[in-house]
């Protein structure tokens, strides 16, 4: 009886924590990255898909692919309005690569990589920032990373 007492304060002392928490994050309410920002992380990311894509390191490429759908769900919740907010301009490119990367298709990586950087210049040419053109990197900004797939 003592012991279930304790787990039910625990778990309500836990959901005050999480819920108090999740009230801080948000328009006026504290900390709200920049849409700028939040673009800018999904730029590297991008560019991080592209050099694990290349060096055939899947696993790399599958969490880059993931951290950069999980940043475009962030910008259309923060900032309701931005044409990828139903997400239905990149839905189609990241499923595609995402089936790609699952295959280990290498031949079909960078033409599919491709769709994905064509999708980011259509959202931004949606929301008139056509002046942000995005394309596939052509060196290597990361050299304290290796992208060779673990052996």
């Not at 778990?11 to 700028?36: E, F, I, K």
Request: glycine share 6%; aromatic share 8%.
């Amino acid at each position: 009886m003592k012991l279930s007492v304790i787990a039910a304060g625990t778990a309500v002392a836990a959901s005050l924590v999480v819920g108090a928490a999740a009230q801080t994050v948000g328009p006026n309410q504290g900390y709200l990255p920049r849409l700028a920002d939040i673009m800018a992380v999904i730029q590297l990311r991008h560019a991080k898909l592209y050099f694990a894509g290349k060096a055939r390191n899947w696993a790399m490429a599958d969490y880059a692919l993931g951290q950069i759908h999980s940043s475009l769900q962030d910008a259309a919740m923060l900032y309701p309005g931005i044409p990828v907010t139903n997400m239905s301009i990149v839905a189609d490119p990241i499923r595609r690569l995402s089936d790609v990367i699952a295959r280990k298709d290498a031949a079909k990586f960078e033409a599919v990589y491709a769709d994905l950087t064509t999708a980011c210049n259509g959202c931004h040419q949606a929301n008139d920032r056509s002046y942000i053109a995005i394309k596939s990197p052509t060196a290597n900004i990361f050299s304290n990373q290796s992208f060779a797939a673990p052996k």
